[in-house]
Nanobody
């Protein structure tokens, strides 16, 4: 395993959309694949997760109804489609992999982390 690589960040006005991608070097069926974000001066928070293989999805309250996480056909890539973006969605978005989906939004569960991709939403 090597750290995953994120892409797709950028600057958009409020109400806009972005789709982020994260490519892992290897994904196992038991793995939990998750997007976190970290705003300046704030703790890292979980946004959305997907259980590899079974594709069960999990969302934070702030992401529910606006974001959609999916696992691509090649299984080693996940995407995060973000709609109706708000200024409070601004932050560094990081993807990470855990051995399985347990305590899903607890950063300590995750083994490998990407460097992140910046999302900036202007009001």
């Amino acid at each position: 395993q090597v750290p995953p690589v994120e892409s797709g960040g950028g600057a958009v006005p409020a109400g806009g959309s972005l789709t982020l991608s994260c490519k892992f070097s290897k994904v196992y069926r038991s793995n939990c694949l998750t997007w976190f974000r970290q705003a300046a001066g704030k703790a890292r928070e979980g946004v959305a997760a997907i259980a590899s293989g079974v594709h069960t999805t999990y969302y934070s309250d702030s992401a529910k109804d606006r974001f959609r996480i999916s696992q691509n056909d090649d299984a080693n890539t996940i995407s995060l489609e973000m709609n109706d973006l708000k200024p409070e969605d601004t932050g560094l978005y990081l993807c990470a992999v855990a051995q399985w989906c347990r305590d899903i939004f607890q950063p300590g569960q995750y083994i490998y982390w990407g460097q992140g991709t910046q999302v900036t939403v202007s009001s």
